[in-house]
């Protein structure tokens, strides 16, 4: 595990340390106002575009290392979830350092960004709630891969009892005795989850005395 770690913790460090580096050849060098020469906004735009490139192989490579420390703990499912919610924060930061760095107003940006959250949100409502869940279960984790556990829910046509086998960004997979269904992670947050109960084993087939053996003794 070492041996496969190190080369992305290498990376992630050098690739980190060279975008802090950047950043501040950037402020000492570069300039945008009306008075900067060609070679000043040259730097300043040229450090932005390499800034990005360098924050996503840093992004890229710590997630890679998330994953591959995490995912024998907690499975590779929940790792993968926690890889998505670095991507998308570490992208975040680098695209506003970014616009920083080219005097990009951040509060207009803001306002226009939030506006177009609100227009996505409400047109992926049930694509973010089971993403939002997703991430529930995993902190929460009120069972885990390989649980037997019974989902009380009605709008689910439940309740259904299995195995689960998988825990996704959208789905939870349980293998039951009628095969595999996949429960949306929004509709099994908000069901009844338990554990499986232990079947009682079958009683004995009750045989009926032989009227003709009682006789005969």
């Known amino acids: 595990m070492a041996r496969r770690l190190f080369p992305d913790t290498k990376r992630t460090i050098g690739a980190g340390t060279l975008a802090a580096l950047i950043v501040i050849g950037v402020e000492v060098f570069g ?17 932005a575009l390499l800034f990005v490139g360098v ?8 997630g890679n290392v998330i994953v591959r420390h995490t995912q024998s703990h907690i499975g ?3 790792a993968g979830i926690i890889r998505l919610g670095i991507s998308l924060v570490g992208y975040q930061v680098a ?3 970014a616009l920083g760095m080219l005097n990009v107003g951040i ?4 306002v226009g960004g939030a506006l177009t959250g609100v227009v ?12 939002f869940a997703g991430l529930v279960l995993l902190m929460s984790r009120p069972f885990t891969i390989g649980d037997q556990i019974v989902v009380h829910s009605g709008a689910l046509g439940g309740p259904h009892l299995g195995m689960v086998i998988e825990m ?20 099994v947050l908000a069901a009844g989850v338990g554990p499986r109960p232990v079947r009682d084993p079958a009683p ?13 003794e």
């Open 31 to 47: 300039r945008l106002d009306a008075g900067a020469m060609l070679w000043q906004k040259a730097v300043s735009v040229g450090g």
């Open 55 to 62: 924050m996503a192989v840093a992004i890229r490579n710590l």
């Open 76 to 78: 590779i499912s929940h």
């Open 95 to 97: 695209v506003v350092t």
């Open 107 to 110: 509060g207009q940006l803001l």
């Open 120 to 131: 996505v949100g409400i047109a992926c409502q049930q694509s973010l709630g089971n993403l």
């Open 168 to 187: 996704g960004l959208v789905y939870v997979v349980l293998e039951t005795d009628d095969g595999v269904i996949r429960l949306p992670n929004s509709a």
């Open 204 to 216: 004995a087939p009750h045989v009926a005395p032989d009227p003709a053996k009682g006789l005969s």
